[in-house]
């Protein structure tokens, strides 16, 4: 890293940024989000803020219910 730069963020933010910018296109609260992914809303909101792991099941679940491949939803990352 090259003195003066701010580390690059962590993979878990990141992924979890882009699930809420997904889910905010959308319109759906992390409530609606979660209740249409089967997961629980503290999860879901563990995942936007960096704070989860996610297992590949739970990311393919993710991207089914936002109607993206899982390519597309790791855009960026």
Known sequence: MIRGMSPPVDILERFGDRVRELRKQRGWSQEEFAL?????????????????????RNIERI???LDVTIACLMKGI
Do not use: F
């Not at 999860?43 to 960096?50: D, L, S, W």
């Open 36 to 56: 249409q992914c089967g997961l629980d809303r503290t999860y879901v909101g563990g995942i936007e803020r960096g704070e989860r792991n996610v297992a590949l």
């Open 63 to 65: 991207a089914r219910t």
